[in-house]
């Protein structure tokens, strides 16, 4: 019998009711058909490239699942904060404080 966990709270994962995540760092490699020569040697790297995606996938349960939308809600909302205050300092008005005599 395999029962499958939640990779975050070890809690057992019912009726096929989860959810699969991936993250990554902004620095990874995917492979472009215009960087190959040959069709062969980019389905090879393609094909790595969707080996190391299925490894590095998450199974996550419906509780950490909302949990993570969370998370991404409030760092947008801290983002839109962000730029207004950003915004905000852009618009402010010059002011040259060297007078000439």
């Given at each position: 019998m395999f029962i499958n966990y939640c990779d975050l709270c070890n809690t057992p994962?019912?009726?096929?009711?989860?959810?699969m995540l991936?993250?990554?760092t902004p620095d990874i490699y995917c492979p472009e058909p215009s960087n190959y020569e040959s069709q062969t040697k980019y389905n090879e790297d393609y094909d790595n490239y969707l080996t190391r995606l299925k490894k590095?996938?998450?199974?996550?349960?419906?509780?950490?699942?909302?949990?993570?939308?969370?998370?991404?809600?409030?760092?947008?909302?801290?983002?839109?904060?962000?730029?207004?205050?950003?915004?905000?300092?852009y618009n402010l008005p010059q002011y040259n404080n060297k007078k000439k005599k």
């Open positions: 994962l019912k009726d096929n009711n989860y959810y991936y993250s990554t590095d996938v998450k199974s996550v349960c419906p509780t950490c699942k909302l949990v993570y939308d969370k998370i991404f809600e409030l760092r947008l909302q801290n983002l839109s904060c962000l730029s207004n205050e950003l915004l905000a300092i």
